[in-house]
């Protein structure tokens, strides 16, 4: 029959079978007469009261997170007294239910509250207070008059802690005022009438209210009071006040502490019979015709409402299905308050979501072109080689230097081929890198570092170059998934460096030869400046004359004073021979020492000319000569081999100052040609040089800017911190580094990434500093946009947990009202369903809980400091133990285990691992969980439990994945991703080893280093 009949049809058996029990229905409400309806109105009474204590429920629940989501922002304890009372004025005026929100002191003293300025106070006799303070957690007051408002009110408190200090405590006042309005809003039974008291009896709110609006100081009854404080909600009749018989329903909400609601609902039992025998006399009648009507009427209103619309909405999906995007289902003529037509409606704004959808993904797949193009533009003008793996192997990218220096169009090879096919080779030249060894291989398995020195050797660069290399891993979600490597091409800066450095030895060499030769030979020489008549002299020139410098005026006067009297006439003429004709002078002639004694000098002269022909230089050599006097041959050859000494050593110090000069040449083209601003500055901080990249940027010319410290073009808010930077490197004589703004030609800041070293002489003194300034710029906007990003995503999961709180209560505040309802009904089925439904909601708070967990993690800010591991983990053992006394465990916790870190974040760590470990070893006749260190900064968690299978090791540390099943293993699934949150945000990282059957254990690494701001999330600066 089922495959028979058409969807008419079954509208109209449908509607029969709904009808005809009524039959059998009227039938029987007859004969059970008054007591029947009696019964059914304490029914529906005890629904009344269920769905009013679960929405006081609610309210509570709402105020709990309201002031958990307070107590959570760190920047409301630190904020000034105005911005706090303002914040608070704003949730007042969202969340009209409180008379007053606001945050109270240790001490009792208010802090800022929502009234304004209405006075302040002190709370610290509210028992509210006291009992947040003792039992730190939420709590709910006793009814109060509040002093700040004058209203009745209920007051709900929440501690503040801040690690494990007390901060304060949040508080709102629930105006019953508010409250009893909201009781009118509620779906009642016609005339029933509602009290809200307090688990001692005492009436809240009533409604409707009594004459003169005041709340009734008689209280429930001892008996019904004692029912509710057991958590048992029931029923009953008795008689008010005024005489009247009334048929009554109670129903407790949620106990927080000892404080709690209770709601009695009541109605007048002279109504409740009124009803029932006015519907007795007209049921059987108007169900019979109604029989009929409704018959006829299901069969021509189904086609037209229920059938038509139905195959319009299924033919508009089977041309969806075929990929006409633009199509839709006729609404125009439909009600808009229909099913079907909220179907249409729905169904075509899915479809004008997925028409727009495809819209923007064509747009971004644009814009990822475009962007795409202009990285590839950007890696493929840089000169630095670049490469990019995956983790299997595989080249993700490279840029055209590579390709000049790599093999890399060919077909794919393995990492173990590559050092045959790239040619790599230590920087001798001779022993080839192992596979293992490669900066590809070493980035993907997660590691970075630096090669100062290796050499390229392959088909492509057959003779061979010398690179520098820089590798780092590639990371994501899931860990590393690849590597980045850098390679510098530095043969020519090294064999410029290696000639500068063996023309500099041999210079210094041929120096200390000749200072040698003349100590040896008793030979000086000397300079004229012809422009002043000053003489310069070498120190083996005074040595000779045996006078001291001190005592001799370098002049030409003072020197013919020194000479014999009769030898002064022969000076001039030789000089100005020298000087005219352009020969060597030479002459011998004795020289008074200030003792008196005679030495003969041998002294040889010559003038330098310029392309006019005149002298620019004129200078010589002096040799003391008395011995050679006494012995002209021997003194002729030693004359000879100075001469020659003298021509080798001018030709030399030539050729190294052209030297000198070409490299100065060199390495001020190759600043001037770099991308990035490159400066040099005295030791006093005053700028020397900067090569084009700075006036690209910041316009102007060397008049500008040399000479300058440069602050002018920084920005004023980066000054301060800039000159501070600078005095602490200048006098430790350590890197000048840092971050900062500075001024473009077109008025806008560019973020610059500084860092300089000083240059020192033999004695350790700065001679000059050199210095480069990176523009980091668009990197500072892509981790600006990146850690925006994050923080959406991080407010929308702990939204959409909270938000699920609401209907998810209603969801079980119906439950548990319907399982009230129907605790008689014999169809067991229905109760199943209901413990499903119930159990359901139950599984989803705890991934709620689990979510907003979570979510803290990641907006709590990290304080690092010294954390104990080991007494962590046995506070954790201990709790443990208690919970489950009858476990028989050994516990091995090793001692000293110290790391640094945020203690309250660490605790969560250490509560998930050990947590994990006595679930899945509770199985076992014998728990053994040990904690200790491994070395190298490794910390781990064994147990003896299940294990798993390490081919499902990369789901553990995933939200929501799980190994094992609910029924055999309950959990969330949220505490190992916990663990990963918090050891990421420690930069460190967590991993497992486990075999079915025979335990489990994780590791976890952290750093020593305290994170980054952007990691802790103290970095509030733009």
Known sequence: ????????????????????????????????????????????????????????????????????????????????????????????????????????????????????????????????????????????????????????????????????????????????????????????????????????????????????????????????????????????????????????????????????????????????????????????????????????????????????????????????ERGSLDARVPVGGASPRGEFARIGAAFNLMADSLQLRRAHLETELRRSRDAYGALDLVLNSMQEALLAVTGTGQFLMFNEAAARLFPLHGPETKPQHWPELFGFYHPDGVTP??????????????????????????????????????????????????????????????????????????????????????????????????????????????????????????????????????????????????????????????????????????????????????????????????????????????????????????????????????????????????????????????????????????????????????????????????AANWLRSSAALTTYSGVRRVKARDGSYHTMSYKAAPVQDEEGQVVFWVGIDADITEFKAIEGALRASNQELEAFSYSVSHDLRAPLGAVGGFARALELKLENHPDERAHHYLDRIQAGVGKMEQLIEALLSLAKVVRAPVSYGRVDLSALARETFEGLQMQHPQRQAAVYVEEGLVVQGDVRLLRLVIENLLGNAWKFTAQREQTRIEVGSQGGGVFFVRDNGVGFDMAYAGKLFTAFQRLHADTEFPGTGIGLATVRRIVARHQGRVWAESRRGEGTTFFFALSDSAPPAWLTGDDVRP
């Open 433 to 722: 890198y192992e596979a293992d060894e490669l900066p590809m291989v070493r980035s993907a398995r997660g590691e970075s570092g630096r090669a100062p020195l290796l050499v390229v050797r392959n088909p492509q660069v057959p003779q061979g170059r010398l690179l520098q290399c820089t590798w780092q891993p590639i990371r994501g979600e899931g860990g590393t998934s690849g590597g980045l490597v850098v390679f510098t091409d530095v043969t020519d800066l090294e064999r410029l460096q290696a000639e500068r450095a063996a023309q500099l030895e041999q210079l210094q060499e041929t120096q200390r030869k000749l200072i040698e030769t003349q100590r040896i030979g008793r030979v000086g020489n000397w300079e004229l400046d012809l422009a002043s008549g000053r003489l310069w002299w070498s120190d083996e020139v005074y040595a000779l004359f045996g006078i001291t410098p001190g005592d001799f005026t370098p002049t030409l006067q003072e020197l013919e004073q020194r000479v014999h009297p009769e030898d002064r006439p022969l000076l001039k003429p030789a000089r100005d021979s020298a000087l005219r004709d352009g020969k060597v002078a030479t002459l011998d002639y004795r020289a008074v020492k200030p003792d008196g004694s005679i030495a003969w000098m041998h002294e040889i002269a010559e003038a330098r000319r310029n392309e006019l022909g005149e002298p620019v230089w004129f200078g010589g050599v002096v040799q003391d000569v008395t011995q050679r006097k006494q012995a002209e041959l021997d003194n002729a050859a030693l004359l000879a081999e100075i001469r020659k000494l003298n021509a080798n050593l001018e030709a030399r110090i030539a050729e190294r100052t052209a030297a000198l000069a070409q490299q100065e040449r060199l390495f001020r083209t190759q600043a001037e040609q770099a991308p990035e601003v490159v400066w040099t500055a005295d030791a006093q901080g005053r700028i020397t040089f900067f090569n084009r990249a700075w006036y690209e940027l910041v316009g102007g010319s060397p008049q500008d800017w040399l000479g300058h410290t440069g602050m002018a073009a920084i920005h004023p808010d980066d000054r301060a911190e800039v």
């Open 1 to 320: 029959m089922k495959g028979t009949l058409s969807l008419r049809e079954r509208l109209v058996v449908l509607m029969m079978a709904a009808v005809l029990p009524m039959f059998a229905l009227s039938l029987w409400v007859a004969l059970r007469e008054s007591r029947s309806a009696t019964e059914q109105a304490q029914s529906q009474l005890r629904f009344a009261a269920s769905l009013l204590a679960a929405n006081q429920d609610r309210a509570v629940d709402a105020a709990e997170q309201l002031l958990g989501a307070i107590a959570a922002i760190p920047e409301l304890r630190a904020a000034d007294r105005g911005r706090c009372q303002a914040y608070f004025q704003g949730l007042r005026d969202s969340y009209p239910m409180y008379s007053n929100i606001g945050l109270i002191a240790p001490d009792g003293s208010v802090v800022c509250h929502a009234q304004g300025t209405s006075g302040d106070g002190n709370l610290a006799d509210r028992s509210y207070f006291r009992d947040a303070l003792s039992q730190r957690r939420f709590v709910i007051g006793e009814p109060i008059v509040g002093r700040l408002t004058g209203r009745r009110a209920i007051p709900f408190a929440l501690p503040v802690m801040d690690g494990e200090k007390l901060a304060g405590v949040v508080f709102a006042s629930l105006d019953l005022q508010h409250a009893t309005q909201a009781l009118g809003r509620a779906e009642l039974p016609a005339g029933a009438r509602v009290l809200v008291a307090d688990r001692r009896g005492h009436v809240l709110m009533e409604f409707p209210p009594s004459t003169g609006g005041q709340v009734p100081s008689q209280g429930l009854p001892p008996d019904q009071l004692a029912v509710a404080q057991a958590q048992r909600s029931g029923v009953g009749e008795d008689v008010d006040l005024g005489g009247e018989e009334r048929v009554f329903a109670f129903a407790p909400g949620r106990q927080v502490g000892q404080e709690g609601f209770i709601v009695r609902v009541g109605i007048a039992k002279s109504m409740v019979t009124v009803n029932a025998t006015r519907h007795l006399s007209d049921s059987l009648l108007v169900l019979a015709g109604a029989l009929l009507l409704a018959v006829g009427v299901t069969w021509w209103i189904g086609g037209r409402v229920i059938v038509k619309p139905a195959k319009q909405i299924l033919g508009t999906v089977r041309r969806l």
